[in-house]
């Protein structure tokens, strides 16, 4: 609950070390003791707890399970850690596997290879709870400690989801009874059972409560554990027993050490132990109904409504009799249960019968609503009513637990709960957690403890309905067409269709070198599982775009098909940025699905990838149009470069420009070194791999001749080499030659078709306006080239240039202009830049320039 | 043309194909209407032949007059595309968000599913001064790729577009440029005018319509018309200087001159032509000619180097020491407010910003007649004294 103010905190070990490897220099430990300098509190972790370990991103710390804590040569503390992942962990691609609506609070036991799974200590935040369930099982309603809690009910290992298995399971499982029972034994009062929202909520209490305490209490507390008492041994032993009467047998309750072994006594010992419970029961009772006012009134706020422990179920009038007809059930049940279990259990079945008759009457007398009600519903599938009346109850029990807590069980009172887990039958409908009563309560011996004092917090009543998610951000979408669009129906279309720029070749064509290149690069970087920068660069229409994309291709499908660690896939694009700094937005909304300001994200990203993150898988960036991201101050390249010489970036950036000078000519030293030498520069296409494009995209179609297509790739070679601009080419080609095709029928394009295309895309404009324009215009042009001629400058006013007009028109005997038209007339030759004007207001002093030159336009005179 | 670009726009229809070009042609060569046409001729062949096309219900029209950057414009194609109600009441808080956004819906579509979009960029040349041409690269960028089809098609007056463009939205670009050009001859130009002022068939009045179509015809076939419309043919050949010819002779029309002469066309090209400085000219006091015949001849004198007006009051001076009995010697703030009204006027013009410390006489001035602009405009002055008249005929004035 205090989980990270701003405070400081120390970790420190708790307890002595457990083993200490010399010659490696490692010492274990069993727990580690977090201290809050502010808040001067302390939280104890233990192996096999529950943590939130620092991810990310502040909101969205990593679950994990504690493993072994251990301090290495340096100093170092340090962590192994089970993982569970986020859903938001999952690729996206990969979520849709799972079929099914996943809340928040649900994690999937981690079982990818390839996460760090030691990690350092200081990053663990605190313990939280992570209870198994089955797969079709709903979540508890919670409405408390939400952000402390999460639900795992299948496990993710990087391809599909699987349900747990039934070890891993139980071992979560144990787990958290451990935990619990450590808490008990710790903290003195803790009710066991987490299973229940209720009870959870009674065990925040519980925490809360210990908060505040000093913290010599604490260190008591914390020693208890290890020196537990012989009645405490003599209980785990018992409640071990009564693990092996419940029908699941996976939940133990286990102390420090008790082990399955212990729960093979004899019987008259068990017995024996039952009869103390016996004992316990009559102290219990009066501290319990003493204790009732205060907490009715504080936990539910309705007091009058709680009866006392005993007779609970009064409360709710109907459920009376059912508890009636469970505790008949509840005879046979332990006996069914236990046969169609383990076999392990077997030995152990006569003294489990004794057990269960003994121990169930015992248990009906002492909480005799939950136990019955749980088994009940398990068994018929109960309908809505009945998940009513147990919410219902549950407020009962947990009342009843905090009753029991009151009465002081200090180490060994275990509460225990399951799940009805091996009913596969189990209806989704009904609550899938049911609780398995509070069975044995404390021992008298136990020293009573003041315990609760802030139980304030638990007022929130039980159970709400989760607030609804709400929806995302519906997409934009274009319309639908209503028609499908028309297939191609000809040859000539479908070549058309194949040639536009769009169309995905299924290979690139002269750029395996290349590509090779960037793959190995890539592939190297992801093998180490280190970082590092590539500049690729080259003019426009040369593949460096598709080229990546397909490297990256490759890779995914390399890293699906397990041959190389997955990787996460970000791409921006520097032209498609309103601004530079917005690709860190860009780049942190890719990664963790954020949406921040430029400035926050420039702060998380700095924070993700200069920490360690153990789980964080490579990230392969690609960086299109680098140029665009230059800023006066560089930062954004110089962090983006910088990133991945960071230790634990694992950032792999492939950026993209035109200019092969690009780290020199505009970049700062210190971005350019960052940069690194990695460089890749994408030739011009020659004229023969621009025909083995468009043969490789022509390939089965016979629409053009093979000299038109080499006159194209000639044509375009020698010009820039873009395949662009060969493909529209050809496509142009192909519209040309389908309009010819209507007098004749040649389906094939040719020599002059291409030639036609050529020309329309490659021919000057100039020539042809100036051929259009009007007699006084033309003759305006023949006035600034006399006025040029004349001055020997390239540049002439108007009112220069008027005067040689006005000279023309008398040769020519046409009427002379006055100013104003000439005015029109400049600024209309001016809007279609054949010249270069001044700003009009400057009116006959304007000066005006040739946009061509003296040659073409001459040229384009002299024809008439 | 026509036909070109109704094939292009036919196949991003059809065939979801995704293209781009460009129409390039001067002022007034019909550009615009020539798509127009284009797009009136594809709906129609959607109703007459029940194509199966669901057609651009859209079709965003930006004006690069309008969209002065790329903010307002990607937000003018959201509201045309209609995309505001899946935007709902979400406020886009930024330029960046709105273009993810727009990039986004634009990516979903593919080549088979989406409705083709068409873009129509009027002053294309205004878009490519945006910054970085993102918008122009972006949308380029879809036409290249397999994403929704669009069609972009700039309309630009501009020759030299192309090298306007960012090398890298120039190698986006497809190059597909449909030239307008007005390449008629005279001869169409005069078909041009008789169909322009030619009555439809569907005139009510029948009768009159056939008589001032006849009407029409014999103006067509006048020498003195053919030489106004031969004249203003030589000049442009921009139509939309013909309408407004025209315009001005049939706003002659009225009951009782029911009919367009040709004197109605004379008038009105005199009046289309007529320089507009030298009406200015016209309206000035005598003193303020004064004024200007002696920057006139400081023109000449100083071949066209910039005056002040201590100058030209000192030329003025010596003009009414000479000829003093023909006018009256006026004050120095009388001329000096002269001055000041041509400046006004904009026929003077200083070269520079007037500051504080300069005293106002001696502010360098140009001035922005033509010495044949001068003469023309004294030409027709009324009752101009005789002296005058002489002194701006004659160069040495100060003699």
Known sequence: MN??????????????????????????????????????????????????????NADQPYVAQLVDLYEDGAQHKRAVVQWFCRLEEIPQNKRKLLKREVSAQEVFFDQVLGYDTDIAAETIIKSIMVLPLHLGEELPVITFNKEQTFYVKQSWDGKCFKVLSLDTFSKLKEANKKRSVITNSSKAFTPSDILTPVKKETESVVRSATKPKNVDMEIESKHSVSKSSLAKERHSQRVANNDFRTPTARKKLELNSPTRSKGRLLGCEVLGLLDDDCDAIAPLEPSATKRKVKFTSEILGSPPKIPCSNDKSKSASETAEQCQRFSDTLRLSPYTKVKDFSEKDKNLRGKDDNLSLVGYPKQSSQSPVLTPRSRRTCAQKTSALIAEQISLLKSHGKLAAEEDLLSGSDSSYSSSSEEEDDDDDDVPCTPEKKT?????????????????????????????????????????????RVQAAQEPASVLEEARLRLHVSAIPESLPCREEEFQDIYNFVESKLIDGTGGCMYISGVPGTGKTATVHEVIRCLQQA????????????????????????????????????KVTATHAAALLAKLFSTPGPKRKTTVLIVDELDLLWTRKQNVMYNLFDWPTQKHSKLIILAIANTMDLPERIMMSRVASRLGLTRMSFQPYTYKQLQQIISSRLKGVKAFEEDAVQLVSRKVAALSGDARRCLDICRRATEICEFARQKRTPEIVRMAHVTEAIDEMFSSPYVNAIRNASLHEQIFLKAILAEFRRAGVEEATVQQVYHHHVALCRMEGLQSPTVSDIMAICSRLGACRLLLVESSSKYLHMRVRLNLSQDDVMYALREE | QHRHLLELLKRTTVYGESNSALIIGPRGSGKTALLNHVLKDLREMKQVTENLLEFFMKNPFLSGLLQTNDKVALKEITRQLQLENVVGDKVFGSFAENLAFLLEALRRGNRTSSCPILFVLDEFDLFVHHKNQTLLYNLFDISQSAQTPVTVIGLTCRQDILELLEKRVKSRFSHRQIYVMNSFDFKQYINIFKKQLSLPAEFPDESFAQKWNNNVQHLSEDKTVQDVLQNLFHHTKDLRSLHLLLMLAVSAVTVHHPLLTAADLQEASRQHRTDSKANIVHGLSVLEICLIIAMKHLNDVYDGEPFNFQMVYNEFQKFIQRKAHSMYNFEKPVVMKAFEHLLQLELVKPLERPSVRAQREYLLMKLLLDSSQIMDALQVYPNCPTDVKQWAASSLSWL
């Not at chain 1, 970790?11 to 200490?20: C, E, L, V």
């Not at chain 1, 996460?568 to 498609?576: A, L, P, R, S």
Request: hydrophobic share 30%.
């Open chain 1, 436 to 480: 398995k009563s509070s069975r044995i309560f404390s021992t008298p011996k136990s020293s009573r403890k003041p315990a609760v004092h802030t139980p304030a917090k638990t007022l929130k009543k039980t159970p709400l309905p989760g607030t609804p998610r709400t929806p995302r951000n519906a997409t934009p979408e274009i319309p639908r």
């Open chain 1, 3 to 56: 989980t990270r103010q701003q405070s400081k905190l120390i970790y420190s070990w708790y307890g002595k070390p457990m083993s200490s490897d010399r010659k490696l220099r490692i010492s274990q430990y069993k727990g580690i003791l977090i201290t809050s300098e502010s808040s001067r509190t302390e939280t104890c972790i233990q192996l096999g707890d529950f943590i939130l370990v620092e991810g990310v």
């Open chain 1, 559 to 594: 890293a699906e098909d397990d041959e190389l660690p997955p990787f996460q896939f970000v791409e921006i694009n520097g032209m498609k940025l309103t601004d530079p700094h917005q690709a860190y937005v860009q780049i942190l909304e890719f990664l963790t699905g954020q």
